[in-house]
Structures are given as C-alpha cells and as structure tokens.
C-alpha cells in the first residue's frame, strides 16, 4: 500500500468522526424539537401543577354500617424561592405561632439532613393536618403572603371509637415508602398498618392534578387551557370489611379492664366478625395533628395497647387444645373412638386430673370432662405406636406425623394468603428442636408429655385459636380467615389432615361441655352449641382463662376463641365473654343483661387504662 | 530570533481558539450546574465547583504555556521515558489510592487529588508515535502491532487494575490512528462485526422464536444469519462466484425448511439448527478453496467460524465477564431493562434535561433538571445535560460543531507534518479525543452504554483538564516546529 492510499484515509477518519457528530445533531433534534414529552417541561416555570388529593376509600362492616369516612383537613405548604416582602409577624399571628417557631420551622425545612429532598423550587410542607377554622384567617390574608399556599386533604374520622387495630392508622409517608414507590411525595400519607396498609393501594385512589398558569412574580393566573390538561383525581375504592361492628363493640365492651382478646369467625367462609383486643385505644386520637403525641403515650403504656392480641400474642391453648389433640390422636390411630383409659384423678402420673370423674374414661367423656390422664395417655399412643426404633427414629417420625398435623390445622405458622398484616407464627415445636435441647436419641413421650394437654412449648395465637373452631365446624377444612367482604378465598379451601369421619366423636365431646361440663352455666337458651374451657398455667401469675367454642351445633355460623390474661378458670371469665359474644351474633341482642354487666364492670387488671 | 522560530508566530491560532471556547463553555456550564438557588455564589467562588474549576484552567493554562516553551525535540527523545515514567506512577497508584467509589486511581496530595490515568493518554500516544515513526517501521503484518499492542496493553491493564474500566476502554481509540498507519481496515471491520453480534446475541438471546422455548431464541439465529449473508455478499458480489453462493443460499432455504417441517413431530432447537448450518458452511467453503483455488475463501471461512463461536459465547461472556452494574447498563441501553429509578435512572433524567431545553433552551442559569440535582455527576459525566438544558438545541449544536471543527483542525495539522512522529502523535490525540466525546456525548444522549468518562476541556475535574490540555499543547508546539529551519 502506498504512502499516498494511506494519507486517503484521513477522509475515511474525518468521514467516521463528522457520521458520529451529526448522528448525534440527529439525536438532538429529535430530543429538543420533536419529541414533545420533554417540552412541557420546559414550560414548568409558566405552569404551577397543583397537586388534589383524592378522597380516601370509606371503610363499612359486613351490614354496611359505615365505620370509616373523611373530613377536609389543610396543608400550608411553601415555595421557598417565591418568598418575598414576608410580614411574618402576621403570618404567625394568622396561624397561631410564636415567631420562634415559624424561625425553627423554616430551618428544618431547609436543613437537607431532615428533609432529605428539598429543594427551593418546589413545594415543600410547612404545617399538616389543620382544620377549616385554624386556617380562616390565614386563608383571608393569603394574597399578603407570596410563595405560602393551602392544600385540601382529607383525614380519617371514626363513627365508632372501636375496632382500632383492625383499621390501622395513617401517617405520614417515610423517605423509605417513596423510594419504593414513586407515586408518593414528601409530606403524602399512607396506612402504616391494620386494613388502611393492607388495602392501601385501593384505598388511596389516584392524586389528580391541576394545572395553574403563573406569571413571573408567582401570581395565579388562571386555569391552564381551561382545565384541559388536567388529570382529574380518582376517589379511592370503598372497602367492605367482614366485621360486625355490633359484635365487636359488645366484645371489647365485656373485655373491658382485662387483658386479652377475642376472634369470632364465620366458619363456612372465614370471615372474621370480631376481632377484639384488650387493652385497645379510640382510633380517632391517632388521626391528625395529635397523633405524635398519643402515639408516643401509646407505645409507652407498660399494658401495650398497639399491641394486636388476636393475631400478636401467642399462648398455651391448655385444655383448650384438647379437641384437636383428640383428632390428631385418631387420624393418627394412636387411639379409635371406643378407647378407654384409666385415670386415677388427683394422684395420676405423670399429670394428674383436675376433675373427678368415673374411671376408665372413654374420648366422649374425657373431652366433657377435660381429663388429663386420658390425653396424656392417647398422645402417647399415639407418638409411641411404633414404639422407638433404631436410633429413636419411629417415635421421632410418629412426631413428625403428629406435628404435620397440627401444621395442617393452620398452627405454628402464619396465615399466609390473608389480609392481615400483623401476624406472629406461634409454635408446633418441630423434630429438630427438640432434637437439640435432649439429643438425637434423649427424647420420649414422657419427656415431652406437656404437649399433651396444650401446655409447654406450644403457642397458639386466638385468631389461630378461633381458626381450629372453624375446621371443627366444617368437620375438616378451613377457608383463611380474612376481613375483606369481597375478596376470593372462598376459592381457596384449606383442608386438613384429619379425615371427615374423626370430627362427629369430637364435635360430640364438645357439645357435652355445654350441656353436661364446665361449659353448662353458660349455654343460651335451647341453642345446642358446643365448646371447650381452658385454665393455663403460665409464668406471670394467675392462670389465663381461655374459652373455644362454636354454634349452633347443627349449622354453625359463629366459631370463636376468647383469652383473659391472668383471670382465673376458663368457665369463669372466657366462657360467659364467648356465650355473650355467640348470643349477640346469633340472636341480635343479649337476653342476659345481668350477667353482661357483672362481666363488663369487673376491672381485673388495674394496670389497664379506661377508655 | 526569527520570526519562524517565534513559537507565538507559528502556533496553530485558530486550534487554540477552538480550545479557548471549549474550555470557557465548559466553565459556565460547571458554574450553571453547581449552582444553587439558595446560594446564589458567584462564579468566583472558591467554595463552589466554578471557582474551583478556575483555578484548574489558568493552571492548565499555565501548563499548556510551558509546554509551548520547551524544546520540541525532547518529546521524541524522551517519549519512552515519559511513558514509563506515567507507568511507574499507574502502579504506585494502585498500592497506594486510597479506594474512592469502588476504584483506587486517585492520589492524594494533600487538598488536591490528581488521577494519574489522565497522563497516560498523552504518554501512550507519545510512546506509539516513537515506536512506529522509527526508520524502516512497516505497520504490515500482525507481528508488526505485537510490540504496538503491548505499548497501549501495559497502561491499558494498570488502569483496570485500578478498577476505571471507562478510562481504560479509551486505549481502543487507537486503533483509528493504527489505521490511518496502514493496519487493515477488515479490523475496524471486524470490531464492528463483534460489537454487532455481542450486542444482536445479547438482545436477542432472551427472545424465543416459537411459543416453545425449548425451539431455540433469536440471538444465535440471527447472529448466523448474519454470518451467512456476509458470505453470501461476499461470494455473489466480491468474488463475482454467483453459482456456489446460490448453492449455498438454496441449501440454507431447503435445510431450514426441512427443519421446520420436522419440527411437527420432534422438538427441534432451532439454536443448534443455525450453528450447524453455518458450521457447514465453513466447510463447504473451505472445500471450494481447496479444490477450485477460488481465493481467500479461507479468510471468510474462518472468520465466520470465529463469529460462531464468538456469537456462542456472547452470553456467557456478558454473564460471567461483565459485573452486574455493568450487566444492567448495557441491557437499559438495549432497551432489555426499563430501569428508570435504578441504571436507567440517569440517563432518562439526562434526556429528560436535555429534551425540555427544546430549541433555544431555558436560559442561562435557569435549567430546572440540572439544579435540582435531577441529573446525577452533572458537572462531570453528564456536563453536556447542562448545555442541552439552557442553551437548547441551538448551544448543543454549536458546542458539538466546536469539537467537530477542533477535530478537523488536528487532522488538518497532522496530515501537514513532515516528520511521522508528529503525524503519529497528531491522530491520536485526534483519536483520544474522539472518542471520549463520542462515548460521552452518546451516553448522555442514551446511545452508548453509560460508561463514566469525562467530556474534553468541559467536565468538572482538574486531572482531566490538565492532561487533556498537556497532550493538546505537546501537538500545538510539535506542529510550531514545522516552519524552524533544521
């Protein structure tokens, strides 16, 4: 090649260099002129965009009783760089603050270590959540002040001060929530937990967005295109809940001055009528300018009313675990319907019984009589049945099967397809666990005999609680309880292990409770019901008293489970709160009035503050 | 002294010129970008970028004055010596850098930090120049760029050692000066041919052909598709040999369809089909060259059986050789990724800056995007953003002419020297340059994958002004020299 063809190619490079340069002329054109996305935002100077929030979703019960609404509430938010000629001195006067205040305000908006995105330019939050008369007269005087301006919100009101924690409560958006989902703004706010989180999506509906014309000293100019490029707010979407607001007032009535909690759950469908903890707060004092405040009060209160018992705390069910035991004990042929075992009541071993009654005992009679003996002796039959094997391993995978089980009775784990959003799991102790604390082959039946009877290492929550009612009511399946009146999971059945032909001995054994056990005093009427009481020992002092039950008998449509922390007896507190509590819902009002009030009046906990 | 000898006489007036402009834009826009409408600094402001910014132009200024006042001779006499020199200062900056963002290539001095891989450009070039403008140096056959490859790989690796991948890419621009040296064009062809397949196997590899995945994606097939119509193109219309190309172009037609046909009783990977399709190819050229002495057949086979299997391991490597940052910002390029809050953050608030300048932009001072810290590195990777935002289509337009004519001006000045060192030296600067502002231009107008190199003479930055300005004064005063008597 010749010096000369070579010294051509300059031609080729300066070609290549000047393609590349006008490719991206090209580029330019199409970003600067032709593409029109981009321009309006060129225009941003011109254009105010004016942010409306939509109304939030309305929350009603399952009778369309209307529980939650909206009351216009008022921002004043600023634009920095349009302050100018400010008569603080009125402004602070107009808003009922000290001048100091409005000083500090104005530094922490501007300090980018707590407002992490502020910018002059765009508006940022001066002071939330104000009512029409707080702003009268700054709205009177706002021409005066330039860069201030109002936003329109809404706010949450209650029309009942119960049913907290199913709600949740709304608060201000966290840097975290905007990251992760570009629709909110510094100053929006969000659920932060209950069916308000849960929901929020729907709830919120969409922000609308009107646009302003303003000339250059800021001043409002009209209507952009007469509104026609503005993007309309969408309401959010109402939300049903599968409460009876009824039902829930009269349940947190009668826990009233006890800790504890209460489920009611519809058993055909899973729907939760009642979901009640003990102690629990007025939702309203959560809404608006007051929040901070209660809130910090709140979290602070030794007896933890943010606390949601139903779905949070977690018990020994005690003899209330009885009925399942049973059912585990025949799917796993550890025991049939016609066994019997001896008990010799005060001096059993290893546990004794707490009732006297004839001995042997048959599954019927042990169920209405809660006896110890006989559940210890059918789980170890049940555990043992194969006796241990090399290496402990066929009494270990007797467990297993015996823990599957229980597992598949919605125990030991969250409900995972629900709407509810705080759950704690519980405990079904699994093979490994025990496998640590005694050694591989250091475990017998004898070893972990509390299990038998409900105590020990399980932890049941009342709403799992409520749950295991449900499956008894349907003889063998369950749909996840959930609170949302219109939603799908009647599609999606939960069956267990335990097969159908099991639940009639069971349901029977209960429904001696009501008619022949501890449960007797509290049967309504002629209803037939069935139902379990349960006296737990436990670390804190006086035993919980815990009450499952459901009814009626032949067509159930209400199964329930109540805990009263450090009461006493189950017969005692938990079952009249569950009797009333079922006569509510099945009848529509509570014939025994005396027996309502004796129960709601008693203050057993004197640390539980009055609502 | 003559007026010839008079460096001032001889300068290239109209280069600097250019230079001039491109470094005052540069400074408004660092000024414009760091701006804050709470503190509305001036340009002076040693507090802000602008002020500082100042003081790194009259000091490259003052360097670039140096550079003009010393003997042009000693450039060439000391080329090898620089180039080491710049090297043994890369590797100490890699034991010594502290890590800054994720790569050690900053030494500190005290208040000032200075990136030692700015030099490098201008020693490497210097380096190159020597070598090839030696008596009786040929750039003829592959053995003739092994010591040329070594020169560019040695600062090349140091630099990636030092965890700068973008800086490190730049020694690719070389390759345009190895080309106007007399390297064969069929290797810029080439390059281009992988980039396309790189990216055809990488986009398309995800894209099945059928409802069943299991028949195989569009990435190879495409990509041996396009291997076949180059030999095609290549026999039919190069080679003038229509009969065996249409041979070829008939079995290809007929083997797919049979493929397809088949494909109604057995799963067929279509994947496979292709690879093996053009794998016969191969042979059936080489069979043509052995037995018809039809030349250079041999070439086009074996650059299809490289791209076969270059084409096979474009996955692999994309997967396994690329870090996954690097991953996304390639697929957000191609379009694979619709990122706008992650990778793709960057550039979408960069076009969506540079789009709402429209045609005569906003003002100066006045780009909404860029001051409210919307565009991320916008006073150095994303400068131009800046431009694009208040002076619009108009400024961008003249920023970019101001290059185009600077880079014309150095080709200009290289093709008039009499010496080949200079000449040398002149296309890669022209080269280095090039390609700066092509990768960085291309990424902020979301063309080129985002890649963190700085814009000549514009980006905030004192290493990169200063090296810039050295290597395009050490130009300036080897092109004065043209008129001294020797």
Redesign the interface.
């Known amino acids: 090649?010749t010096n000369n063809t070579?010294?051509n190619?300059?031609w080729?490079?300066?070609g290549?260099?000047?393609a590349?340069?006008l490719?991206?002329?090209i580029?330019?054109?199409s970003?600067?002129?032709i593409?029109t996305?981009?321009?309006?935002?060129?225009e941003?100077?011109a254009l105010l965009k004016k942010t409306i929030f939509p109304p939030r979703g309305l929350i009603y019960d399952r009778n369309n009783t209307l529980l939650v609404y909206n009351k216009p509430a008022y921002d004043i938010v600023l634009i920095?760089?349009e302050i100018h000629d400010l008569d603080t001195l009125s402004l602070c006067e107009s808003l009922n603050i000290t001048k100091s205040r409005f000083i500090e305000r104005i530094a922490e908006i501007?300090d980018r270590r707590l407002n992490i995105g502020y910018?002059?330019?765009?508006p940022q939050v001066f002071m939330t959540q104000l009512n029409s008369e707080d702003i009268a007269t700054f709205q009177q005087n706002m021409y005066k002040y330039h860069g201030f301006y109002v936003q329109n919100r809404t706010l949450r009101e209650y029309t009942f001060p119960n049913a907290a924690h199913i709600f949740g409560s709304i608060g201000e958006v966290s840097w975290n929530d905007i990251?992760k989902d570009?629709y909110y703004r510094q100053g929006d706010y969000s659920g932060r937990d209950g069916v308000e989180y849960t929901y929020e999506k729907s709830l919120r509906g969409k922000k609308g967005i009107e646009i302003l014309l303003r000339d250059s000293k800021g001043r409002i100019k009209g209507k952009y295109r007469d509104g026609e490029m503005d993007d309309p707010p969408v309401a959010g979407s109402n939300l049903q809940l599968t409460i009876d607001i009824q039902l829930q007032r009269i349940g947190e009535e009668l826990l009233n001055g006890k800790i504890g909690s209460a489920v009611a759950i519809e058993p055909k469908t899973g729907e939760i009528l009642a979901m009640i903890t003990n102690p629990g707060y007025d939702p309203s004092i959560l809404v608006g300018r007051v929040r901070s405040k209660n809130y910090t009060s709140l979290v602070t209160d030794p007896t933890k009313p943010l606390m949601n018992r139903a779905t949070q705390a977690t018990y020994s069910p005690g003899s209330t675990f009885k009925p399942i035991q049973a059912l585990a004990c025949l799917e796993l042929g550890g025991i049939t319907e016609k066994t019997m075992f001896g008990c010799s009541g005060k001096v059993s071993t290893p546990i004794k019984c707490t009732h006297s009654h004839g001995s042997p005992v048959t599954l019927l009679n042990a169920i209405e009589q809660s006896c110890n003996p006989y559940f210890w002796q059918a789980f170890r039959s049940t555990i043992e049945k194969d006796g241990y094997g090399t290496k402990n391993v066929l009494f270990k995978d007797n467990y297993q099967k015996w823990a599957d089980v229980m597992n598949s009775f919605g125990l030991g784990q969250r409900f995972e397809d629900t709407d509810i959003y705080e759950q704690q799991r519980g405990n079904i102790p699994t093979q490994n666990y025990f496998n640590r604390y005694f050694g591989e082959t250091g475990w017998r039946a004898l070893t972990i005999r509390s299990l038998s009877i409900g105590q020990g290492e399980i932890l049941i929550t009342p709403l799992q609680l409520a749950n295991t009612m449900a499956i008894i009511a349907n003889s063998g399946y369950y749909i996840t309880p959930h609170l949302n009146k219109n939603d799908t999971m009647l599609l999606r059945k939960h069956e267990t292990a335990v097969d159908t032909s099991h639940f009639a001995i069971v349901n029977e054994g209960m429904w001696r409770v009501f008619e022949y056990g501890t449960g007797r005093y509290h049967k309504i009427d002629s209803l037939s019901m069935c139902g379990k009481t349960g006296t737990v020992q436990n670390n804190h002092g006086k035993d919980h008293s815990l009450f499952v039950g459901f009814a009626p008998r032949e067509n159930p449509v209400i199964a329930i489970a109540v805990v009263v922390e450090n009461a006493g007896f189950g017969a005692t507190w938990a079952a009249p709160i569950a009797s009333l509590m079922m006569e509510q819902y099945i009848k529509g009002y509570i014939k025994r009035k005396d027996l309502f009030e004796r129960i709601s009046k008693a203050e057993l906990n004197p640390n539980v503050k009055k609502r | 002294m003559s007026k010839r000898d008079n460096v001032l006489y001889a300068l290239d007036w109209l280069a600097v010129l250019y230079f001039l402009l491109l470094v005052t834009m540069g400074w408004l826009s660092v000024y414009g970008s760091s701006y804050d409408f709470d503190f509305e600094g001036s340009i002076f402001d040693f507090e802000q970028r602008s002020g500082k910014q100042f003081v790194w132009i009259i000091t490259a200024f003052v360097l670039g004055g140096a550079t003009l006042l010393l003997d042009h001779r000693i450039f060439n006499y000391f080329a090898y010596i620089i180039y080491f020199a710049v090297i043994l200062l890369l590797i100490l900056t890699i034991f010594i850098a502290p890590e800054i963002k994720g790569s050690r290539s900053w030494l500190v001095l005290g208040p000032v930090s200075f990136q030692p891989a700015e030099l490098a450009k201008m020693a490497t070039s210097l380096a190159l120049a020597k070598y090839m403008s030696q008596y009786n140096y040929k750039l003829k056959t592959w053995k003739d760029l092994i010591p040329l490859a070594l020169i560019i790989l040695l600062p090349f690796t140091m630099i990636i050692l030092q965890k700068e991948t973008g800086s490190a890419l730049v020694f690719v621009a070389f390759l345009i000066m190895l080309y106007r040296e007399g390297m064969k064009g069929t290797v810029l062809l080439l390059l281009t041919l992988a980039i396309v397949l790189f990216i055809v196997g990488i986009k398309y590899s995800i894209v099945p052909i059928t409802d069943d995945i299991n028949n195989g994606t569009w990435g190879l097939i495409m990509a041996m598709g396009l291997i076949l119509i180059i030999q095609f193109v290549y026999a039919f219309f190069f080679n003038h040999h229509r009969l065996a190309a249409l041979i070829l172009l008939g079995g290809i037609i007929v083997s797919s369809l049979i493929m397809a046909l088949l494909n109604k009783w057995w799963i067929i990977n279509f994947d496979y089909v292709a690879i093996i399709i053009t794998g016969v190819s191969v042979l059936y050229w080489l069979i043509i060259e052995l037995f018809k002495r039809y030349k250079k057949y041999v070439y086009i086979a074996l650059i299809s059986f490289v791209s076969i299997g270059f084409s096979y391991a474009a996955d692999f490597l994309f997967n396994k050789m690329l870090e996954p940052h690097q991953q996304i910002r390639i697929k957000v390029l191609l379009n694979m990724e619709d990122d706008l809050t992650g990778a793709g953050y960057n550039v979408n608030q960069s076009k969506i800056a540079i789009g709402s300048g429209g045609f005569l932009g906003k003002g100066f001072l006045n780009g909404t995007q860029t001051k409210l810290k919307y565009v991320p590195e916008q006073d150095t990777d994303f400068i131009f953003c800046t431009v694009g935002e208040e002076h619009g289509f108009i400024g961008s337009v003249l920023v970019l002419l101001v290059y185009w004519l600077l880079l014309m001006r150095i080709l200009a000045i290289a093709e008039r020297q009499r010496e080949d060192f200079h000449r040398i030296y002149a296309y890669c600067v022209a080269s280095i340059l090039f390609f700066h502002l092509m990768i960085n231009v291309g990424m902020v107008l979301g063309l080129m994958p985002v890649i963190g190199i700085p814009l000549p003479f514009f980006s905030y930055g004192g290493s990169s002004l200063w090296g810039f300005t050295i290597m395009l004064f050490i130009l300036l005063k080897l092109d004065a020299s043209r008129l001294e008597r020797t």
């Open positions: 090649m070579l010294q190619r300059r080729i490079i300066a290549i260099f000047s590349f340069i490719l991206y002329i580029r330019l054109f970003l600067q002129i593409e996305k981009y321009k309006a935002g060129a941003s100077n920095m760089r501007k910018s002059s330019y765009t990251e570009s």
